[in-house]
T-cell receptor
C-alpha cells in the first residue's frame, strides 16, 4: 500500500494561492491520487482525483509530475471557508472495494486567515 | 439529490451500554463503508459491504463491534458493552461499484462513552 506524507499544517491568507504537496514514493502503476477535504464536524468530501500530469476542476487543480512520486493540490485564491483538513490518498481505483484499503493519515490542516 | 445520512448525530452513553448507529447510503450505491475517526486522527476503516457479498469485517477492532446491512441499503453499526476508548466520530460512506470509486461521506455520529 502506498504511504503518503504531507505537511501537518499550513497557514495562508485570503486571496492567496495555496499549494499542498504530498509525497508517495512507492506509488503503484494502478494507483490514482485522490484528495479529500474535511470541515470540522463533517465527513470528508471528494475534491479531485488524477493519475498523471494535470487535472483541473471548478474547485482545485492537481499537478502530478512524470515520476508520480508526489502530487500538489493547488487551491486558487483561498477564502476563509477553505479552512479545513486536506487528505491525500493513493490507491488502486479499479473497483470501489479498494477504497477500504486506503490509508488515511493526519492530513494537512489548512488555516486561512483574514 | 440526497446524500448519505447518519443518525443520531450525537450519542452519549455510559460505559457498558450497547449503542446502535444508523447509516442511509445514497440510493443505488452498492458499496457501503464504516470508519472511525478519533480526535485529531485520520480515518480508520471498520467494515465494508458490497452488494450481496459477505462483508469485509477485517477492520473491526473487537468482537464487540458488529454491523449489518439490510436489503442492500440501510446499515446499522452496533457496539456492545461500550468502553471509553470507543469514543470517536463514526463515519459512513457509500459509493457505486465498478467504475465509480469516489466515496460520499455522511456527517458522522459523535459517540461519547462516559
Amino acid at each position: 500500500l502506498a504511504k503518503t506524507t504531507q505537511p501537518i499544517s499550513m497557514d495562508s491568507y485570503e486571496g492567496q494561492e495555496v499549494n499542498i504537496t504530498c509525497s508517495h514514493n512507492n506509488i503503484a502503476t494502478n494507483d490514482y491520487i485522490t484528495w479529500y477535504q474535511q470541515f470540522p464536524s463533517q465527513g470528508p468530501r471528494f475534491i479531485i482525483q488524477g493519475y498523471k500530469t494535470k487535472v483541473t476542476n471548478e474547485v482545485a487543480s492537481l499537478f502530478i509530475p512524470a515520476d508520480r512520486k508526489s502530487s500538489t493540490l493547488s487551491l486558487p485564491r483561498v477564502s476563509l471557508s477553505d479552512t479545513a483538513v486536506y487528505y491525500c490518498l493513493v490507491g488502486d481505483r479499479r473497483n470501489a472495494g479498494n477504497n477500504r484499503k486506503l490509508i488515511w493519515g493526519l492530513g494537512t490542516s489548512l488555516a486561512v486567515n483574514p | 439529490g440526497a446524500g448519505v445520512s447518519q443518525s443520531p448525530s450525537n450519542k452519549v452513553t455510559e460505559k457498558g451500554k450497547d449503542v446502535e448507529l444508523r447509516c442511509d447510503p445514497i440510493s443505488g450505491h452498492t458499496a457501503l463503508y464504516w470508519y472511525r475517526q478519533s480526535l485529531g486522527q485520520g480515518l480508520e476503516f471498520l467494515i465494508y459491504f458490497q452488494g450481496n457479498s459477505a462483508p469485509d469485517k477485517s477492520g473491526l477492532p473487537s468482537d464487540r463491534f458488529s454491523a449489518e446491512r439490510t436489503g442492500g441499503s440501510v446499515s446499522t453499526l452496533t457496539i456492545q458493552r461500550t468502553q471509553q476508548e470507543d469514543s470517536a466520530v463514526y463515519l459512513c460512506a457509500s459509493s457505486l461499484d465498478g467504475a465509480e470509486r469516489t466515496q460520499y461521506f455522511g456527517p458522522g455520529t459523535r459517540l461519547t462513552v462516559l
